[in-house]
């Protein structure tokens, strides 16, 4: 290929909303990231698990925020990206939808 040619890769990926998205990509190394894997819960550990989901909740806020309050300050204007993700933890609606999913469906 010469040089100063720009060669189109596609990538495809899981969607976070509709439509399609043009511009750099990022690749996440698999390997470094835990994937749970979905299980089914018993009826009578569902309480249980629910109170899991609550403990890790609590625990990423907890963990983003030690993050965004320790940013060096050249990095401190990127910090509103895990703000964005703090906020996303605290919804009530995703927080409920999880547990409801974890209460209806019997799943991790």
Do not use: W
Request: with cysteine; hydrophobic share 35%; glycine share 8%.
């Amino acid at each position: 290929m010469p040089s100063g040619e720009i060669k189109e890769i596609r990538r495809t990926g899981i969607n976070a909303s509709p439509g399609i998205c043009i511009g750099k990509a990022y690749l996440v190394d698999k390997g470094r990231v835990e994937v749970v894997e979905k299980y089914t819960v018993e009826k009578e550990q569902i309480k249980e698990e629910v109170n899991r989901f609550r403990a890790a909740v609590t625990g990423a806020k907890d963990e983003l925020r030690g993050i965004i309050d320790n940013a060096p300050e050249d990095l401190r204007q990127h910090i509103n990206i895990l703000e964005t993700h703090v906020e996303l933890l605290k919804d009530k609606m995703l927080y409920g939808k999880a547990i409801d999913i974890i209460e209806t469906e019997q799943v991790n």
